[in-house]
């Protein structure tokens, strides 16, 4: 698609500078002596614009990918870890395995209703893992879709009444960029948040069931 999408980004950005530039150009001629010289200065910001927006559009798998990237790379950078969708999966799986290790055979008669807490907890650790790295998938698909043929609208900076599409997608790729931090940070607290409850229900320490008077509470090992 970036090929493509790149031609006609050009195309479009020429004739809107072009036509930005003719208005200007027209204001300034018919502009008054003492208002010529203010609207220089404002002639040669408008060129320094313009001439930023065509650098970000020549070499967009530079800077937009750095843009978005960036982000990422700061998600990873906190959680102490680079992630990936299948990781995050297999980090549930880990963790919900490590949560039904607390059980044992015995649990199952003496302690029926802490059996059962552990086995929803279990399963509710390995929906929420496969429902982040789900996210994931979709996030990453977005930024993709962002960066390669969201380029399109980098065009419309080159004229004043449209330079707001431009900014809007500039922001569209922030947002992008901070749900993908995001999604890291998650993964990377909930790590190591998740891991204490397995040592929480090994020691019985969030429920407590007697069976029967005589019986003294059960530790699980």
Known sequence: WAGR???VTTDLFFW???LEFVIAGLMFA???PQAREEKAGRFLVKIMLVSFV???????????VRLVDSFTAVGEHAA???????????????????????LNISDSV???????FTLLTAFAILICYILIATQMVVTQVESYL???????FLAFGAFRATASIAENYLLYC???GIKLMMLYLVVGVGGPLTATWADVLRNDQFLSFETSPSIDRVQLP
Request: proline share 5%; charged share 5%; glycine share 6%.
């Open 30 to 32: 018919i502009a008054t």
């Open 80 to 102: 102490g870890q680079i992630f990936s969708p299948s990781l995050v999966v297999d980090f549930g799986l880990a963790l919900s395995g490590s949560v039904m290790r607390t």
């Open 146 to 152: 962002v960066v390669s043929s969201g380029i399109f």
């Open 5 to 7: 999408v790149l031609s």
């Open 174 to 176: 922030v947002h992008v």
């Open 54 to 64: 065509y650098m970000l559009i020549t070499q967009w798998d530079y800077w937009i």
């Open 110 to 116: 003496t302690n029926p209703p802490i059996v059962l």
């Open 16 to 18: 809107l500078a072009l």
